[in-house]
């Protein structure tokens, strides 16, 4: 299957600094990116849908101008967390979708293997 | 807007079989997927259906009626390594078909 990877796979920081989180799909091209984030013991919830070329799309109760979004590319995008604080220490996890119609063809999501932030 | 429910846990004995159950209310259903996810890890694909019907991959099988918003992933010869987190996930027909997830099923396997 398609690979999708993250970086950085952990980090710590000090309230009030900025964090970015890379998403990156390997082998394929990914007009639409997703972006998570997933407390302790719960789901998935869906923060902003990421499109290239274009700005991004937020769910609602998700603040735009604290959590950027910029994809830069088909295979790129980028979410940063401004002034973080602790309430945002979290899993964020992106996924992409591959479009090419070959063996995917139902268009599976493919996700990265997550970013722990951790907000001291 | 969307309404996806699960069960929160789950428990089922080693070589058991296990039923985990989803119900949605979708404006525009376009597929439903279930992915297993283990703690602190990212989920991994499981089975995807936008049919109805049963659609089976070795030791998991997932169906899904359209008409009744519902989904079942069925597991068999249980193992231990499939103590896990089962998110169902629907996603949405047109724009982005941005994919939302319950609230996902933590399933136990004993001995």
């Known amino acids: 299957g398609a690979v999708v990877s993250q970086h950085p796979s952990r980090v710590i920081c000090k309230s009030g600094t900025s964090v970015k989180i890379e998403c990156r799909s390997l082998?394929?091209?990914?007009?639409?990116m997703f972006w998570y984030r997933q407390f302790p013991k719960q789901s998935l919830m869906l923060m902003a849908t990421?499109?290239?070329?274009?700005?991004?799309?937020?769910e609602q109760g998700v603040e735009k101008d604290k959590f950027l979004i910029n994809h830069a590319s088909l295979t790129l995008s980028t979410l940063t967390v401004t002034s973080a604080h602790p309430e945002d220490s979290s899993f964020y996890i992106c996924?992409?979708?591959?479009?090419?119609?070959?063996?995917?063809?139902?268009?599976?999501?493919?996700f990265g293997p997550g970013t722990r932030l951790t907000v001291l | 807007g969307q309404n996806i429910d699960q069960p929160t846990e789950m428990t089922a004995t080693e070589g058991a079989i296990v039923q985990i159950n989803c119900t949605y209310q979708?404006?525009?259903?376009?597929?439903l997927f279930w992915y297993q996810q283990h703690a602190g890890e990212a989920p991994t694909f499981l089975s995807y259906?936008?049919?109805?019907g049963l659609e089976e991959k070795g030791r998991f099988s997932s169906f899904l009626s359209r008409s009744k918003g519902y989904s079942y992933l069925l597991l068999k010869e249980l193992q231990m390594k499939d103590s896990a987190s089962y998110l169902c996930?629907?996603?949405?027909?047109?724009?982005?078909?941005?994919?939302?997830f319950g609230t996902g099923t933590k399933l136990q396997v004993i001995p």
């Open positions: 259906n936008v049919l109805d």
């Open positions: 996930a629907v996603r949405e027909f047109g724009g982005y078909q941005k994919v939302t």
């Open positions: 990421s499109n290239e070329g274009s700005k991004a799309t937020y």
């Open positions: 979708t404006s525009g259903f376009n597929g």
């Open positions: 082998d394929f091209q990914a007009t639409t």
């Open positions: 996924s992409a979708r591959d479009h090419s119609g070959g063996p995917s063809s139902y268009n599976e999501q493919f």
